[in-house]
């Protein structure tokens, strides 16, 4: 080839890749997490036996309520000892139920690039759910309706460390509230190819999400690949409740995993003690997912809990306070000890808008998750006021700060170290790195560079509108929106789904009361 023909030859890496690398968003969707963080386990081995005996002594001398006839059945088969609702759990009989939930899940999602593991070190982001109310777009608190959904889902779409879209991130209030669960499931689904939640806010409602699955995955693929997750909550001090248990069975059955999830406010439903409140809630947990496992031996469960404590000035649930670090450090420690996965919650506030309160109640949060080596990390993105609203401006920017613990997670990377070192010896005294072919190789990866954080000076803060957090979020919200690409789904997948939601919605009548009958 002579010199005339000849192409030019450009670098690898060179400056011109590097600038498409920047005006190029990515917003490909990080694996699961390993954390490889150091874990904090505030409680000796002799205080994590301490509070495992404590919460057996419940189970067996104060019992557990299950109201609900088919799990008192249940319970009955399998030896249990059963006076009225409450039911007394030997400690022989949980410790061989909880033996059989396997210790790792691996969440099978529609597109198989955003599958994820779960358990041991390995643990997901997943968006904020059920807030009644919204902060929009334009930073107006309202009622959210199916195509503010639809944009949630969207953004966790487009939010990389997210691992989920979740469920109803906010109620869709233009929707009849007996059927609404088909359209919430429904956006899940279209709207993003990341693993979702399954609604479980009656036992038929369950059923509807489990026959959705198998319209999405296949019947079959459900019975050896989980797909979806659902929640499960416990009315704390001690309760379950048929609603739940029924939903609990319908997952169950289906071989879907199920959070366990005692509802916690520390001091009001729980003894006003930091060792005791764990001691309760790890009996609650317990209780639950030693059920999963009569109802179906082997089948994937979750250690979950939502945790708050509450203000003895006001009664209101607090946030981000030391106690709440320190009870997960040590739920992390007994879910380990069981060899279970685990669930918590993270950047939680109470916050009436997006401030710096909830910017420290959620920080704080979301760095004791971390460090107590949580595996599904709910309620990471937009949760404030207690989670009666779910703020825009706050959901893309804890999105960026689960990015950015993410990166912590990971750990120091050596991969370059000898010749980052190298690159010491070139400099040498006095001189600067930022030319250096080793900076210019590297400094997109090297450092995070945060997109809604402002770092300049004060001058080119003005200069650019002053704009202050929120503004910047909402910007880069609509942003996201305007780039966002609805990932394929399968037509004839999707027609079947969509038929069986006209279907459904035929048969439940558009009543303002749960789905309980039809």
């Known amino acids: 080839m002579t010199a005339t023909t000849a192409k030019p030859r450009m ?25 490889r963080l150091p874990f904090c386990e505030v409680m000796e081995g002799a205080q994590v036996a301490q509070i ?7 189970l067996e001398n104060v019992g557990v309520v299950f109201r609900d006839p088919v799990a008192l059945a249940d319970w009955r088969r399998a030896g249990a000892k059963v006076v009225g609702e409450r039911v007394y759990l030997d400690r022989g009989l949980v410790r061989g139920l909880i033996a059989s939930i396997p210790s790792e899940i691996t969440y099978h999602a529609r597109n198989p690039a955003n599958s994820v593991a779960l358990g041991g070190r390995q643990a997901v982001f997943v968006p904020m759910t059920g807030a009644p109310y919204l902060r929009d777009l334009d930073d107006r608190r309202r009622n959210p309706t199916l195509a503010d959904l639809a944009m949630f889902h969207k953004l966790s779409h487009m939010s990389p460390a997210l691992h989920s879209t979740a469920h109803h991130i906010v109620e869709p209030y233009d929707h009849p509230i007996s059927q609404r669960h088909l359209r919430i499931t429904y956006s899940s689904m279209k709207h993003s190819d990341k693993m979702f939640m399954g609604m479980t806010t009656s036992p038929r409602n369950a059923e509807d999400v ?9 019947a079959e693929f459900l019975e050896h690949h989980a797909v979806t997750t659902g929640n499960c909550n416990g ?14 069975r319908a997952f169950c059955r289906r071989n879907q995993p199920v959070l366990c999830s005692p509802f916690v406010l520390g001091g009001a439903n729980t003894p006003a003690s930091v060792p005791a409140t764990v001691a309760q809630l790890n009996a609650e947990a317990l209780s639950a997912l030693a059920y999963t496992q009569v109802i179906r031996k082997g089948c994937p469960a979750i250690y979950g809990h939502y945790l708050s404590t509450v203000s003895m000035k006001s009664g209101a649930p607090m946030a981000g306070t030391p106690e709440i670090s320190l009870m997960n450090f040590m739920i992390g420690q007994m879910a380990r000890f069981y060899g279970v996965p685990w669930r918590t919650s993270s950047a939680l506030g109470g916050a009436k808008t997006f401030d710096a309160q909830a910017g420290y109640e959620s920080a704080t949060t979301l760095s004791a998750v971390l460090h107590s080596g949580a595996n599904y990390i709910w309620h990471s993105a937009g949760w404030n006021e207690a989670g009666m609203h779910c703020s825009v401006a706050k959901f893309v920017v804890d999105a960026e700060q689960c990015a950015m613990a993410y990166r912590m997670a990971e750990g120091p990377k050596w991969s370059d170290f000898d010749a980052a070192l190298a690159a010491v010896a070139d400099v040498g005294p006095g001189g600067h790195y930022l030319g250096h072919p080793h900076t210019q190789e590297n400094f997109q990866t090297a450092y995070f560079m945060p997109e809604l954080f402002d770092n300049n000076s004060i001058e080119q803060w003005v200069a650019d509108g002053s704009k202050e957090i929120t503004a910047r979020a909402l910007e880069h919200a609509r942003k996201l929106l305007a780039e966002y690409q609805e990932p394929r789904l399968d037509p004839a997948r999707n027609e079947a789904l969509l038929d069986y939601i006209a279907r459904r919605e035929r048969e439940i009548p558009a009543a303002d009361a749960l789905n309980q009958e039809y």
């Open 11 to 35: 670098r690898a890496g060179g400056r011109a890749a590097r600038r498409s690398l920047r005006s190029t968003r990515d917003v490909t969707m990080l694996p699961g997490l390993t954390n």
């Open 235 to 248: 009315n704390s001090p001690l309760v379950w409740d048929e609603t739940m248990l029924g939903a609990m």
């Open 52 to 58: 495992d005996a404590a919460s057996m002594d419940i």
């Open 210 to 218: 489990m026959e959705m699955c198998a319209l999405l995955f296949g």
